[in-house]
């Protein structure tokens, strides 16, 4: 047998021992989700509910990190655009949503006011901003920054230090059961895990448009023009495409889903002063932890960093904050470029 016939087989059984650690792994999550626990894993981990609600919320947390980020790594990772005012596009849109569906009383012109106001603030931002800072990106860090402080303060004199929550229709509200059996009554009748609907349907959303993204971005000529906006710009201009125009949509889209998150994330939880920070910092970890750029990485980002967060509070609640920056430290370690990033 050859050397490379040697190396051949040597990989091929590096995968498959991978795909076999892969398989078990899948194994033992499904054994933990739908089997009855046994009492010395209570002992250890708790009640099952606490777990299973606990990855439930991970994930559907993670598709609200996700709706935010993939408007972020539009702008920051396809676009190399420094856009530190995104936690206030989110927040914003959420007060516009929440001020539109509170005096119609219909939640979904919420969230089309939230979604139309954040897109028109995301091209008056690349055209008074960024078209103006192109390739400066500490001067683009330290506008945005400035636009993040007095946003914010405009914000909390218009709508005061208050908390609000946002009234959700009736088709979203309830509960719905699922086949996880969480206790066992002394009759032998199985207790089944609910789930709030309007989580689940976060989570969905998240799903569509993450598809939505990647297929518009890979599969189709406006992406094929963005990528190339970027890479070539003066290329694109001389071929007879309005790259201003091109760019000036992209952040359109981006700070629309930055809205749109804001209504729906303020309907899963509250809006108040601050989100727009934290958003921010989630955006970011999970653009870099995914890699600049993909959505895909974006995703995975998001899941790694809402599973991190969500297990942390529940059996680390003293430093659950702290594992998101841990993973992201693991992954720059390991890989700088991200998960997905492409190596520059």
């Known amino acids: 047998m050859s050397l490379t016939d040697t190396r051949s087989s040597a990989g091929l059984?590096?995968?498959?021992?991978?795909?076999?650690?892969?398989?078990?792994?899948?194994?033992?999550?499904?054994?933990?989700?739908?089997?009855?626990?046994?009492?010395?894993?209570?002992?250890?981990?708790?009640?099952?509910?606490?777990?299973?609600?606990?990855?439930?919320?991970?994930?559907?947390?993670?598709?609200?990190?996700?709706?935010?980020?993939?408007?972020?790594?539009?702008?920051?990772?396809?676009?190399?655009?420094?856009?530190?005012?995104?936690?206030?596009?989110?927040?914003?849109?959420?007060?516009?949503?929440?001020?539109?569906?509170?005096?119609?009383?219909?939640?979904?012109?919420?969230?089309?006011?939230?979604?139309?106001?954040?897109?028109?603030?995301?091209?008056?931002?690349?055209?008074?901003?960024?078209?103006?800072?192109?390739?400066?990106?500490?001067?683009?860090?330290?506008?945005?920054?400035?636009?993040?402080?007095?946003?914010?303060?405009?914000?909390?004199?218009?709508?005061?230090?208050?908390?609000?929550?946002?009234?959700?229709?009736?088709?979203?509200?309830?509960?719905?059961?699922?086949?996880?059996?969480?206790?066992?009554?002394?009759?032998?009748?199985?207790?089944?895990?609910?789930?709030?609907?309007?989580?689940?349907?976060?989570?969905?959303?998240?799903?569509?448009?993450?598809?939505?993204?990647?297929?518009?971005?890979n599969r189709t000529r406006i992406g094929m023009m963005i990528r190339a906006g970027v890479d070539d710009r003066a290329m694109l201009s001389a071929a007879g495409v309005n790259v201003q125009m091109v760019f000036a949509a992209v952040f359109a889209i981006g700070a629309a889903l930055a809205g749109f998150a804001g209504v729906v994330g303020g309907s899963v939880l509250s809006v108040s002063p601050g989100e727009d920070v934290r958003y921010l910092l989630a955006s970011l970890v999970v653009v870099i932890v995914g890699g600049m750029g993909s959505v895909t990485g974006a995703a995975i980002g998001a899941l790694l960093v809402g599973l991190a967060e969500q297990i942390g509070l529940v059996y680390f609640p003293t430093y659950g904050a702290v594992f998101t920056f841990v993973i992201m430290v693991i992954v720059l370690a390991i890989r700088p470029q991200g998960i997905m990033g492409a190596a520059r």
């Open 13 to 217: 059984t590096a995968r498959q021992n991978w795909g076999i650690v892969a398989l078990l792994a899948a194994a033992v999550i499904l054994w933990m989700f739908f089997a009855v626990w046994p009492d010395w894993l209570v002992a250890l981990m708790g009640p099952k509910k606490t777990f299973v609600n606990a990855i439930f919320n991970g994930v559907t947390v993670a598709g609200l990190y996700f709706l935010v980020a993939s408007g972020f790594t539009l702008v920051f990772g396809l676009m190399r655009n420094v856009n530190l005012a995104h936690g206030s596009l989110y927040l914003l849109g959420a007060y516009v949503g929440y001020t539109v569906a509170d005096w119609t009383g219909l939640w979904l012109l919420g969230v089309a006011g939230g979604m139309l106001s954040m897109a028109v603030a995301g091209v008056l931002l690349q055209v008074l901003v960024f078209r103006r800072l192109e390739g400066d990106d500490l001067r683009q860090t330290l506008v945005t920054i400035g636009i993040s402080i007095v946003a914010a303060d405009l914000m909390l004199a218009v709508w005061g230090g208050n908390t609000y929550q946002f009234i959700t229709p009736e088709w979203l509200d309830g509960a719905i059961g699922t086949p996880i059996i969480t206790a066992i009554k002394s009759n032998g009748d199985a207790v089944y895990m609910k789930y709030p609907f309007y989580r689940l349907m976060v989570f969905v959303t998240a799903v569509v448009i993450g598809v939505v993204l990647w297929l518009v971005l």
